[in-house]
């Protein structure tokens, strides 16, 4: 067997243990409820997650 042939089999094979085991094991929980509810933060309260953003924005 060729070093490229057993590479590219490796490669293949680790995508696919990748893929699959990202797979969301209870879809129930995704899909039930209003999501808009769930995610909505009352005015005056403090979300969870913060995103600090910083950089140029350079148009050429």
């Not at 094991?25 to 209003?34: E, L, R």
């Amino acid at each position: 067997m060729k070093r490229t042939d057993f590479f590219l089999k490796f490669i293949a094979l680790v995508s696919m243990v990748a893929l699959f085991s990202c797979k969301t094991k209870n879809t129930s929980s995704a899909v039930s409820g209003d999501a808009a509810a769930k995610a909505y933060v009352a005015p005056g309260k403090y979300d969870e997650f913060y995103n600090f953003v910083s950089g140029d924005l350079v148009a050429n």
